[in-house]
Every structure is written in C-alpha cells, then in structure tokens.
C-alpha cells in the first residue's frame, strides 16, 4: 500500500486525479477502452473536479459503475448518488457507457443485473473512499469479507447516517434511509488498481484505525491492506493520527 499525505485536501485531489487519468490514458492507449468504478460523497468533491478538467482523456471510451446508492431515494434527491455521478462526473467529462443502480426501484434485481454486467469483464481502477465509521463503500462494520456477490442490499448503521447528516446530505437522522444498494468488499478487491481518497480531521481516527490496524470486519476498509496496487491521498487532517505521515 503506498499511502501519500498533502498538506491540503485541493492537493490531495490534483495527485489523485493525476494518478487516475495516468491509469486511463494507459489502458485506453493500450486496450482502447478503460472500466472504472467511481465513489461519491463530500470526500470525492475535489479529486472529481480535477479529473475532470484534466485534458487527454478519451471519455468515451470509458465504461463506469459506481460504488453505491440509498434504497427507495428518487433520483431527484440531493442525497442521491446517482444524480451525484450524472452531474459531477458523467455529464461534464462525457461517459456514455455508465451503469446507475436505481435503488428507487426493485434492489435485488438491480443488483442482480449490474452485477452481471460488471462481471462481464475486469475492473481496471476504482476510486473508493473511507467513512468515518472505516466503511468501505457502504459495507458498515461488521463487512461481509466472504461473499462473491457483486452487489448487496445492506443495512446503514447509526454512524454512517450521521455522516450523511453531518456532510449535509440530509436535514436529520430520521431522513435517512436504513438500506442501500453497495458493492461488495470482495468485489472493490477485484480491481486491477485501487484509489483511496481520503481528506477531512473527521476521517482520521477511522483512517488510522484502517490502515494501521489489523485487518478485521469492525474496520472494513482495513481490507485494502491485502490489495497488491493501492493508492492511498490523504491531506494534513485525515492523517493526523498516522504515527508516520508521509509528506508530499
């Protein structure tokens, strides 16, 4: 794992967002096509607008799937993931080939479906996240380590609904909802190349709980540990509590 601490959340998101398009511009020079799957939220706000604005990549010839999204949340919401991705990155960078999971309609079969179509072939970098309660996509302690499915309808624990709450995705707890659709952990881990963008204080007890502790399901995203290509940017704030932050 090799983990890159900046002294700004701004840097944080200009290094990753040149680390990825070095990755598409690769596999779409090599391949013609590159898949990705992408994350959402606060945390991902900066790293999107400068990979976005970064010049060279032939967008359209870039297959996305995403991470997650709420059960029973139209797509009209501010909350909702999907509207998220169309209006951050699908719209302003020109993807024509992404797969939205619609949790406003039938779950299980939304999973079911993208889940075949994201098994039709492999994953080349996905950009992930870390919540503050050490989620990896919505995979709240305990995380199912075990499981092959692609996607699982999941239940949303209490600290990750106060984060949503807290980024200001939703006026209160009771806004929000208890399920959601996620990617599998042992799905993320399928990926060729793995981008984990974390800035913000409020992350850093789960960052440093995550990749500096023990591998364990109460940590999901410790699993990244075991990864042979991850990439970690964090800023100033979100390493704070690493006993060696490595300087940029």
Same mark, same amino acid.
């Given at each position: 794992?090799?983990?890159?601490?900046?002294?700004?959340?701004?840097?944080?998101?200009?290094?990753?967002?040149?680390?990825?398009?070095?990755?598409?511009?690769?596999?779409?020079?090599?391949?013609?096509?590159?898949?990705?799957?992408?994350?959402?939220?606060?945390?991902?706000?900066?790293?999107?607008?400068?990979?976005?604005?970064?010049?060279?990549?032939?967008?359209?010839?870039?297959?996305?799937?995403?991470?997650?999204?709420?059960?029973?949340?139209?797509?009209?919401?501010?909350?909702?993931?999907?509207?998220?991705?169309?209006?951050?990155?699908?719209?302003?960078?020109?993807?024509?080939?992404?797969?939205? /999971?619609?949790?406003?309609? !039938?779950?299980?079969?939304?999973?079911?479906?993208?889940?075949?179509? $994201?098994?039709?072939? #492999? +994953?080349?970098?996905?950009?992930?996240?870390?919540?503050?309660?050490?989620?990896?996509?919505?995979?709240?302690?305990?995380?199912?380590?075990?499981?092959?499915?692609?996607?699982?309808?999941?239940?949303?624990?209490?600290?990750?609904?106060?984060?949503?709450?807290?980024?200001?995705?939703?006026?209160?707890?009771?806004?929000?909802?208890?399920?959601?659709?996620?990617?599998?952990?042992?799905?993320?881990?399928?990926?060729?190349?793995?981008?984990?963008?974390?800035?913000?204080?409020?992350?850093?007890?789960?960052?440093?709980?995550?990749?500096?502790?023990?591998?364990?399901?109460?940590?999901?995203?410790?699993? /990244?540990?075991?990864?042979? !290509?991850?990439?970690?940017?964090?800023?100033?704030?979100?390493?704070? $509590?690493?006993?060696? #932050? +490595?300087?940029?």
């Amino acid at each position: 794992m090799n983990i890159n601490a900046f002294e700004t959340s701004t840097e944080l998101g200009m290094a990753a967002a040149a680390a990825a398009a070095q990755v598409l511009k690769k596999c779409l020079a090599e391949r013609g096509a590159a898949r990705i799957i992408a994350a959402t939220g606060a945390s991902q706000f900066k790293f999107l607008e400068a990979l976005v604005a970064t010049p060279g990549i032939d967008w359209s010839k870039v297959e996305l799937f995403h991470l997650d999204e709420y059960v029973g949340l139209p797509i009209t919401h501010p909350a909702s993931f999907r509207s998220y991705l169309l209006q951050r990155l699908i719209m302003p960078a020109g993807i024509k080939q992404y797969h939205l /999971l619609d949790g406003d309609e !039938d779950a299980a079969g939304v999973c079911q479906r993208t889940g075949e179509l $994201l098994a039709q072939a #492999p +994953i080349d970098v996905a950009f992930v996240g870390i919540g503050e309660n050490g989620h990896l996509a919505f995979n709240d302690p305990p995380a199912d380590f075990e499981t092959e499915t692609p996607y699982l309808i999941v239940q949303l624990d209490e600290a990750c609904r106060r984060q949503q709450v807290g980024e200001g995705w939703f006026k209160s707890l009771a806004e929000v909802p208890r399920q959601a659709i996620s990617m599998s952990i042992r799905q993320i881990l399928k990926a060729k190349k793995i981008l984990c963008i974390v800035p913000d204080l409020r992350k850093a007890e789960a960052v440093k709980a995550c990749l500096h502790g023990p591998v364990n399901p109460f940590a999901p995203a410790s699993i /990244l540990q075991t990864h042979a !290509d991850v990439t970690v940017f964090l800023d100033t704030g979100s390493a704070a $509590l690493l006993a060696c #932050p +490595i300087p940029n």
